[in-house]
Structures are given as C-alpha cells and as structure tokens.
C-alpha cells in the first residue's frame, strides 16, 4: 500500500513564503498537489510527471514551484507570495498516467491526510 506524508505546512502573513513536502513510501510516476477549503470542492493546484514535466493551476503560476527529489519519493511544493486566498488544506496524491496535466482529483487514487498552510492578511 503506497503511503504519502505531508509536512510544512504552517501559518504565514501574506507576502510570505512556505515550502511543503510530501514523503512517498515508493518511487512515484504521476503526483500532484492539490488544496481544498471548507465547503469548497479539493482542486488542482500542481502536478508532476516524468521528465520532469510540470504543470500549475493559473492561480499559482508564477508563485508556487513543484518539485520532486531524484529518487522520485519525496514532492516538494515552493509557495512564495502566498496569499489569504492560498488558505486551505494541502494533499499531495499519487495519480493515474498523465494525472499531472489535468489535475482532477478523480484521477489521483493515492492521497495523504493534507497538512493546514493558513496566510493571514
């Protein structure tokens, strides 16, 4: 059974930056980041396939970098110019083949339990 742990997560001004992580028990192919607030449905916030290619929701191009180490077991999320908006509950996921392009959570069977980032104005 695939594990995935996620840390960094904390409270931070607006401005500010966090960066998360996300232990996997085994190499990964397909993972992606993924937010969700209360009553709000968990959406897409960035993925990661092979080759390192990478896509990001338009709402944290430009300020959130994912990344992900050689041995393909532990995801970082780089957060910078976070933004009250940013608030929410962060899961990193394992997905499907090519999972990382579309970033529906439908497509990722594999999730961790989230780790809370709050950004304060």
């Known amino acids: 059974q695939v594990q995935l742990v996620e840390s960094g997560g904390g409270s931070v001004q607006a401005g500010g930056s966090l960066r998360l992580s996300c232990v996997a028990s085994e190499a990964t192919s397909y993972m992606g980041w993924f937010r969700q607030v209360p009553g709000k449905e968990r959406e897409g916030v960035a993925g990661i396939g092979r080759a390192d290619m990478v896509t990001y929701a338009p709402f944290v191009k430009g300020r959130f970098t994912i990344s992900r180490d050689n041995a393909r077991k532990t995801l970082y999320l780089q957060m910078n110019s976070l933004k009250p908006e940013d608030t929410g509950m962060y899961y990193c996921?394992?997905?499907?083949?090519?999972?990382?392009?579309?970033?529906?959570?439908?497509?990722?069977?594999?999730w961790g339990q989230g780790t809370q980032v709050t950004v304060s104005s």
């Open positions: 996921a394992i997905g499907y083949a090519d999972s990382w392009s579309r970033l529906i959570p439908g497509d990722y069977p594999y």
